[in-house]
């Protein structure tokens, strides 16, 4: 670190080396392997450096330095004149580590160097779908609900878009757009209703119409659900929550029997002690 701080990149580079062999298996070995990627770039050694920034990616690739090693790849990929790869590095660091400073710097390269002439195809519907699952991950909900919104925006549809419909609407649910998020997924389960996501999609538009205050629809939404999907691992969800709304209405009978039911039909749910205790 030393060494680094004072930019001997070459000793510093030998020292991470030593580093990681002398703390195989250590706590600083994944720091260790990732700076020596950055020493060697800045001391020029671009292939070298190419070779560590991969491993370290391959290694630890949700550690909080790898975003910046997946910028430092590009980076030493364009010194290597591998446009092409350099391209495809710029845009994991899009894909996978939305919001961060090293996402930033990588759409600011992209564009410079689509500016300079390199072929910097459009975003594919995967990598748009992946950016926004990760904003969701990182429970930024506004941002995933654009991101999405923009994926059902391309002409034609894209492949991946009944799960964007989806995502759009658990998103604007998590936001407090429950009329929204209604919308979309109602829209959703009715024409895709064999797609894997239909059972919770049901299940949210469900939650949705019981947070606005219409319980009608909100149990028929629910009762949708079981009837289609009963072995769905959200059919013991969507019965819970059907009792709490009875609950909620003070129609204890109902209450007793849905409880019954569901601790009676999926005695191995979380909700099964709870559906007892309530009953």
């Known amino acids: 670190e030393y060494h680094f701080s004072k930019a001997r990149f070459s000793r510093a580079a030998a020292l991470y080396e030593l ?37 370290c990616l391959k290694d630890h690739p949700r550690a909080e330095f ?46 410079d160097l689509k500016a300079a002439g390199v072929d910097v195809p459009e975003y594919s519907g995967g990598e748009i779908m992946e950016r926004g699952k990760n904003l969701s991950l990182l429970g930024q909900h506004d941002k995933a609900t654009d991101v999405f919104m923009r994926l059902l925006e391309r002409k034609p549809p894209p492949s991946n878009r009944p799960e964007a419909m989806f995502r759009a609407g ?11 998020a209604a919308v979309i997924l109602e829209k959703m389960a009715r024409e895709y209703p064999a797609d894997p996501h239909a059972p919770e999609a049901l299940y949210w538009i469900g939650r949705s119409y019981s947070k606005l205050g219409d319980w009608d629809r909100a149990t028929n939404t629910l009762q949708k659900l079981l009837d289609r999907f009963p072995e769905s691992e959200w059919a013991d969800d969507a019965l819970f929550h059907i009792g709490n709304i ?17 601790a009676r039909k999926y005695p191995d749910s979380r909700f099964a002690d709870s559906a007892l205790w309530w009953r």
């Open 170 to 180: 658990v998103a604007m649910y998590k936001l407090g757009k429950r009329g929204d």
């Open 246 to 262: 009875y609950r909620e209405t003070g129609d204890m009978k109902k209450v007793v029997h849905v409880y019954e039911h569901l």
């Open 66 to 111: 790898a975003p910046d090693a997946g910028l430092g790849l590009a980076r030493a990929l364009i010194a290597e004149a591998q446009l092409e790869r350099a391209v495809a590095a710029y845009r994991d660091v899009w894909t996978r580590h939305p919001g961060t400073p090293a996402d930033q710097a990588a759409e600011r390269e992209l564009a």
């Open 19 to 55: 580093a990681m062999e002398l703390n195989a298996g250590g706590p600083l070995v994944e720091r260790a392997e990732c700076q020596r990627a950055v020493a060697l770039l800045n001391s020029s050694a671009y292939v070298p450096a190419i070779e560590a920034f991969e491993k």
